[in-house]
């Protein structure tokens, strides 16, 4: 299946070669949870401090086990604020 | 303690600059800056009065903090009526004025009256003297700025002033410090400008005394770890500023795009803090500079950009092609995604003029949008707007409305009146995205339920700074909460408002509550000032303020019936995103708001709330 990827701020250059304006299309197993996702791309789950999948908030501590579905938006950033 | 103790009050009319005492009862009670300053407000003008007649006043007023120390103690606030609302106004700001005043050895400001020609306050130290600006009117801030620098040959001075926008009567005009700060909502600038008053230009040589010397110290050391041990205040906003938030909003589904006909915007990146950072096609530079601090701020989000210099907004125009004040969120999304443009150096373009002729780029950006709006369904044409295509998505569009609006020139006129006056002028009111005649920012209250109630009950008009309910829907600080949801909304705003009253009223920036509670404040402001203050007087000195602050409004006219927010939000449901389908929830919140305040249900603050707040 195909999810999108999106990795923001320092988290950026953890994306695939291929990716466009912080985001790639990438294949993935069925079922693939968010931690294999993340692992896969070398992205530290220690900085992962907002996971958004399909825009709506994913705790980091229940995240790594939430599993995505085909043509979902995976969309993550290090530590951020603004205002 | 903190306080000098001493206020400067100046009379534009009769040319009088007299020091007078503090009132220290009223500062045990406020604390500073935005409460204090509201309270001599309150005590000394009817508050239905004219925002531009000479019966108006406007305090310049810092906080106990102020010229400290502790991190991020720079900050103070222009308190007056507002031209832009008629409500109260407070706009408070950052960079080296606010603390240059506090060496000078004042507290607050207080201007009344109307000078019969243009003039500038000069303040060095305990000297304050009214001196000619005739050869300033008609210059922009940053002109003025280099001018009386030059004039009196002191290169430390710290000036706040208006440029030609504030003079114009531009409805939304800012009072710019230190060329790129600015006291920016509500129009403060523009009663500037009413009052004959260019600047205020301050150097003060000496320093700010605290009550325990060694408590203070402990007390801000702790915190200023504490800042820099957390993530947000320690790597993420010195690293990337206010505009990483551009996709996170975005990827939210409430990013309000095309005067929110749309709550997502699909060149986001474009204009984000990544795209800030990333060299650009044409000369290989990125747009952001570096980062930039405020006075004894440790987090340092400020933004420093350079436009790429073959850019069409900048070609035969050197005087921009330095480094100068880059975008932050609020001002990217109102010049960028409200209007539907994606060029970023447009956007800083804009923003530019925005700090030079000193005029709110949020207000402006929205009130642009509304035009848009109008003019693509023919309610506005070509006739009207000087011969523009005044469609969405037009960088040149942007760029030129941008140079007119700070000059106040053809359809800048017009947009210069914002976007309730405006939109009311051409039949269309429902189309203005204001709440008290103020322009929104730049959350969506379909897709972020909180902060529909936090505009609607805003005692300055819409704004995101009274209670940033973003920080606990969207980034889940200090707890997460649901963003789609209304339940708890109206304990979280209220609770939310009253620190945020208190830790303006401190004289400090209210990023620091990213990393900060009261629990980190109270040592501080305690340690520096008499008094007991610990978190909880502090939130009941934030509740006695909100409480007082809607008292003016009151007095002013408003009731429970401005608490709304436009149609628009309220039957047009989310076409994308989290919050497809979804409308504000206002209706549902605003009831248990006036509860948990105790106010009655058309919204007035009962008398047992304002006696057990003493207000």
Redesign the interface.
Known sequence: MKITL?L???L?NCLPAEAV???AEITVKSDITVREVLDAHNVPFDRC??I?I????S?PATAKQATLKDGD?L?V??????? | MAWTRKILRVNLTEGTCVSEPLNMDWALKYLGQRGLGTKYLMEEIDPKVDPLSPDNKMIFATGPLTGTCASTAGRYSVITKGALTGAIACSNSGGYFGAELKFAGWDMIIFEGKSEKPVYLCIIDDKAELLSAEGLWGKSVWDTDAAIKATHQEPMMHIAAIGVAGEKGNMYACIVNDLHRAAGRSGVGAVMGSKNLKAVAVRGTGGVSVEDFGAFMKSTEAGKKALAENAVTGEGLPAYGTQVLMNVINESGALPTRNFRDVQFESANDISAEAMAEPRRSDGKPNLLTNQACFSCTIACGRISQIDKDHFSVVNKPEYWGAEGGLEYEAAWALGAATGVKDLEALTYANYICNEQGYDPISFGSTLAAAMDMYEEGVLTKKDTGGVELKFGSAEMLTKMADLTGTMEGFGEQLGLGSKRLCEKYGRPELSMTVKGQEFPAYDPRGIQGMGLTYATSNRGACHLRSYTVSSEILGIPEKTDPLSTDGKAGLVKAFQDATAAVDSAGLCIFTTFAWTLEDIAPQVDAACEGNWTPDTLMEAGERIWNMERNFNLAAGFSGKDDELPKRLMKDAAKTGPAKGMVSGLDKMLPEYYEVRGWNTKGVPTEETLSRLGV
């Open positions: 999106k923001y701020a320092s950026a304006k912080n985001q401090h907002l958004l399909n825009g709506v908030f705790p938006a969309a950033w290090p530590p951020v604020a603004g205002g």
